[in-house]
C-alpha cells in the first residue's frame, strides 16, 4: 500500500521544488510524493547576504507555509 506525502516547499523555482522531491523519494521510497512550490515570502533580501541571513529566510518561509498551508512536510532552501 503506497502512502502519499504532501511537501510544501517555500518558493515556485522548479529546481528547489525537484529538488525537494528528490530528496524525500530518497528517504521515504515506498511513498508517493506530492511536492508543490508556492509563493512565501522570506523577509530578507533577495540575495540574502550571509549565512544568517539565508538561515533566516528559510525559516520565515517555512514558518509561513505552516502557518498557511496543510502538508506532511514543510521545506524552504
Do not use: W
Not at 522531491?21 to 508543490?36: L, T, V
Request: include cysteine.
Amino acid at each position: 500500500m503506497s502512502y502519499s506525502l504532501k511537501i510544501v516547499v517555500g518558493s515556485k523555482n522548479p529546481v528547489k521544488i525537484n529538488a525537494a522531491k528528490r530528496i524525500f523519494a530518497m528517504y521515504f521510497p515506498e511513498h508517493e510524493i506530492d511536492c508543490q512550490g508556492v509563493d512565501a515570502p522570506s523577509n530578507v533580501p533577495d540575495q540574502p547576504i550571509g549565512e544568517e541571513q539565508t538561515r533566516i529566510g528559510a525559516q520565515n518561509r517555512v514558518t509561513f507555509c505552516k502557518n498557511t498551508y496543510k502538508a506532511d512536510y514543510y521545506c524552504a532552501m
